[in-house]
């Protein structure tokens, strides 16, 4: 599926069974709400700090869900995704093509 393809799907989703999307605002912090649940899950399986007894959690899952929100912050701000992280790869690729090449930290 390309990143088009799910906008239109989770544009289609929400048609269908969302009654309509929340406010930008309100989708803004459910990101960062849904950041923050990645960033604990990240932070036990990788980090320092260890589940709670019986602790359940899906690492994809909760990388879908910011997912999920980010497109429809997308769909709702009129964001084509596709050529954004086209751009964005672009510019990353201008700027950086040379710096982690020769970063002397990273070849260790």
């Known amino acids: 599926m390309t990143l088009q393809e799910a906008q239109e799907r989770v544009d289609l989703w929400i048609k269908a069974y969302g ?5 930008e605002l ?8 849904e950041v ?7 932070a036990r ?3 320092d700090q260890s589940f709670k007894k ?8 909760e ?15 009129g964001v084509n995704l596709t ?8 510019k990353k690729t ?3 093509k040379t710096r982690h090449l020769e970063n002397e930290k990273l070849k260790k």
């Open 54 to 61: 019986n602790e359940k959690y899906d690492l994809g899952d």
């Open 19 to 23: 009654v309509r999307y929340f406010s």
């Open 26 to 33: 309100t989708n803004m912090a459910c990101l960062t709400e």
């Open 63 to 77: 990388m879908a869900d910011v997912l999920w929100v980010l497109l429809c912050l997308a769909n709702q701000t």
């Open 94 to 96: 201008e700027r950086d």
């Open 45 to 47: 399986t990788y980090g």
């Open 83 to 90: 050529e954004a992280f086209e751009r964005n790869l672009q």
């Open 36 to 42: 923050g649940e990645l960033a604990r899950i990240m």
